[in-house]
C-alpha cells in the first residue's frame, strides 16, 4: 500500500496535546486512528506502532535499516558524537565500546554503592511530613549515575558536578532542541546563550576530571576509567570531546528514568496492600546484610519492577528514521520516512496485559513476554545500554529502603504523567507518609 497511515494533521496541536498529556494521548491517536498511524511532530510525520507484529518488523530489520532520529538537528545541542544520535558503522562501534562495563559481572562493581546512597538520601527523610518520594529518588539515582560513571568519590567533588550538570539539565529547553532558529546568542543574553556557559562550565569540570585520572592511573572501575583504555578497532582511542559527550549522556540518559520508574514502583506498591505485603514478605527471608546478588536474584522484586516499567514507561514512544524503505503493516514506507515504536500502547493491550491498567506484578510470574510484547527498554540494535543496570539500581533500592521504612500514601490523589525533557515521569510528586 502507498502512501501514510491516516493520523492527526497538525504538529502545533498535537505536541501541545502530548505535552499536556502524554499518555492519553498517545492511546487516544492509536485508537482513532488504528493501526499504524501518522504522528505529526517538529520532526516530520513518524509512522507508529504499538502492535507487536509491526514491533517484531521493526525489532528484526537489519539495523543498517535506519537512521538515529534527528540527528542533524540535535547533534549541536546534544554533541555530534552521542551514541543516540549516530548510525551505522559508527553507532556500532561507539556501542561497543560503551557495552563491557554495563555486562553482568561488571554490575557487582557498583551494587554497595547504589545500596550506600539509597540510605543515605533516606536518613533525611522528615518523620512528620510527607516523604518526597520522586525527589529523593532524582537525588539518589543522580549520585549513583556520578559515582559509577564517573567514578567520583568525594562528596565535595560530587556535589560540585551535580550542580553542574543539573544547571545544564534545567538550561536545556525542549524549544531550541527542535527549533534552529532559537538557537541564538543575542549578546549573551537568550537561553541558548545560558545553556551554553552552563554546557562550557561542565565541560571544564570534566576536563580537569581528566586531567587528573589520565596522571598517575590507579586501577578504578568505574565507567569514565574504562572508556579511557577502551580501544577502537583500529587501536585509537575515544576523544576528549567523544568522552565527555558520552559522560554527558549516561548521566542524562541514566539518571531521570530510573529515578522516575522508582517514583512510580514506590507509588503503586504503597496504593497496593496485597502487593505491599507480598514484596515486604519476600524481603524478610534476606540475610541482615545485604546481598546486592541476592536481591537481584529475587522473582517477585523483579516482577514488581517489570510492572511499574510496564504501566509507566518514561519512554512511551521511540523512533529510528528509515534509509531504506521498508514495508510496516501493509505500508511501503519510502527512504526517509520516521517510523515509532509506542511503547504505552503495546504495555496497555488488555489481550497481552487483562486489566492493563492495574498494578499487578504476578502476571509477571504467570506468564513471559516476548521482547515485541514487553519492550521498557526500546530494542533491536539501540536497545538501552543501560537496561540491566537500571533495573539492579531500581531492585536494590527498593529492597534497601523497603526492609527499613514501613511508609502508606500520604493522600488518595491520582498521580499525572508529565514530560520531562526527551522522557515522562510523574506529575507534581508521589508523597508518602511513615506508617
Ligand atoms: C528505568 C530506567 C531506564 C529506562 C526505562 C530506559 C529506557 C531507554 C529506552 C526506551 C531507550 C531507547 C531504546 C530504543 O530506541 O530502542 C534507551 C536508550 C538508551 N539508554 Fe536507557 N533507560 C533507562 C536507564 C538507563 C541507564 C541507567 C543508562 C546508562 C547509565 C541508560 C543509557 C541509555 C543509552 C546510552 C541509550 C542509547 C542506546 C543506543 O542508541 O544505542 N539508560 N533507554
Known amino acids: 500500500m ?79 558524537s552521542n551514541l543516540i544520535l549516530l548510525s551505522g558503522e559508527r553507532h556500532r562501534a561507539m556501542r561497543k565500546l560503551q557495552l563491557p562495563p554495563f555486562h553482568g559481572a561488571r554490575m557487582r562493581a557498583y551494587g554497595q554503592l547504589i545500596i550506600d546512597a539509597a540510605q543515605e538520601h533516606a536518613a533525611r527523610w522528615p518523620r512528620d511530613r510527607p516523604i518526597q518520594i520522586h525527589r529523593t529518588m532524582q537525588e539518589i539515582s543522580l549520585q549513583v549515575i556520578l559515582e559509577a560513571v564517573l567514578g567520583l568519590r568525594k562528596p565535595e567533588t560530587r556535589e560540585t558536578f551535580k550542580t553542574a550538570v543539573l544547571s545544564v539539565i534545567a538550561a536545556l529547553k525542549p524549544s531550541f532542541m527542535f527549533i534552529e532558529a532559537l538557537r541564538r546568542p543575542l549578546f549573551g543574553l537568550s537561553a541558548w546563550a545560558r545553556f551554553q556557559r552552563k554546557r562550557a562550565h561542565v565541560t571544564a569540570l570534566f576536563e580537569e576530571e581528566l586531567r587528573a585520572r589520565r596522571a598517575p592511573p590507579e586501577p578504578r572501575e568505574d565507567i569514565l576509567s574504562l572508556l579511557l583504555s577502551a580501544r577502537y578497532e583500529d587501536g585509537s582511542a575515544l576523544t576528549d570531546d567523544e568522552l565527555l559527550t558520552q559522560m554527558m549522556n549516561l548521566i542524562v540518559a541514566g539518571h ?53 516499567l510496564r504501566l509507566e514507561p518514561v519512554a512511551p514512544l521511540i523512533g529510528r528514521k528509515l534509509r531504506t524503505g521498508l514495508t510496516l503493516q501493509g505500508f ?12 504505552l500502547q503495546v504495555h496497555r493491550r488488555a489481550d497481552l496485559y487483562p486489566d492493563p491498567e492495574r498494578f499487578r506484578p504476578e502476571r509477571f510470574l504467570e506468564r513471559s513476554y516476548t521482547p515485541f510484547e514487553y519492550l521498557p527498554f526500546g530494542g533491536g540494535a539501540r536497545r538501552c545500554l543501560g537496561a540491566a543496570f537500571a533495573l539492579y539500581e531500581m531492585k536494590l533500592v527498593l529492597a534497601t529502603l523497603l526492609r527499613k521504612y514501613d511508609l502508606r500514601p500520604a493522600n488518595n490523589a491520582p498521580v499525572g504523567v508529565a514530560v520531562r525533557n526527551t522522557t515522562v515521569g510523574p506529575r507534581g510528586e508521589v508523597e508518602l507518609l511513615h506508617a
Open 332 to 343: 511501503d514506507l519510502p527512504p526517509g520516512t520516521s517510523v515509532g515504536i509506542s511503547i
Open 2 to 80: 502507498n502512501g501514510l497511515p491516516p493520523g492527526p494533521s497538525n504538529p502545533l496541536v498535537t505536541t501541545l496535546k502530548y505535552l499536556r498529556a502524554p499518555y492519553a494521548t498517545l492511546l487516544e491517536t492509536a485508537q482513532r486512528y488504528g493501526d499504524p498511524y501518522s504522528w505529526p511532530s517538529f520532526l516530520g510525520s513518524m509512522v507508529v506502532t504499538g502492535d507487536p507484529a509491526g514491533i517484531r518488523t521493526l525489532f528484526t530489520a537489519d539495523p543498517d535499516t535506519y537512521l538515529a532520529l534527528g540527528a542533524e538537528l540535535l547533534g549541536p545541542v546534544l554533541g555530534e
Open 256 to 308: 531521570e528514568t530510573t529515578a522516575s520508574s522508582l517514583a512510580w514502583a514506590f507509588h503503586h506498591i504503597h496504593r497496593e496492600p496485597a502487593v505491599k505485603a507480598r514484596l515486604v514478605e519476600e524481603l524478610r527471608g534476606l540475610p541482615e546484610t545485604l546481598d546486592p546478588e541476592a536481591v537481584s536474584r529475587l522473582p517477585y522484586l523483579e516482577a514488581v519492577c517489570s510492572e511499574a
